[in-house]
């Protein structure tokens, strides 16, 4: 897919010389490594966006969770801290899981349950992060490599 979505990206992209004026192109990958040098040269920036740290995931759970209508007491910063490693989308599957889980439970005892920490908790059992120790190993040396 890569060696006919590239150069077909790249024609566009010199599709727009001239006349882009005011126009910033933003390209995100998750394999940077894959990409050729005829990108590269197009797309003179980087910015290397790692995994959200603790502030991040804090944030991510909290708006994440805005809108669960049966939220009870939730240890964000608890949650934020057991959620180490995890990626945006991550955290989202956490929260989706944990919804989930709660309102099987609810369904099967007929009254509505909420969504506390020890809920969350138990999901982060059963999680597994998506992206690996290796994965990031092998950003953090694209990063020394590619990106100022």
């Given amino acids: 897919v890569m060696k006919r979505v590239v150069p077909q990206f790249l024609m566009e992209l010199d599709g727009l010389s001239g006349k882009s004026e005011g126009l910033m192109v933003i390209a995100a990958s998750n394999v940077p490594w894959e990409l050729d040098e005829a990108t590269y040269r197009r797309l003179p920036t980087m910015i290397y966006v790692g995994l959200p740290d603790f502030e991040a995931r804090r944030h991510l759970l909290k708006l994440k969770t805005e809108k669960v209508e049966r939220l009870g007491k939730v240890d964000f910063d608890r949650l934020a801290e057991q959620s180490d490693g995890f990626s945006g989308s991550d955290m989202t599957r956490l929260v989706d899981m944990t919804c989930r889980a709660c309102l099987r439970q609810s369904v099967g005892h007929g009254e509505a349950k909420l969504v506390e920490t ?31």
């Fill in 118 to 148: 020890e809920d969350f908790l138990a999901q982060l059992e059963k999680f597994s992060r998506t992206v690996s120790r290796k994965n990031l190993q092998r950003f953090e040396k694209f990063k020394a490599e590619f990106i100022a």
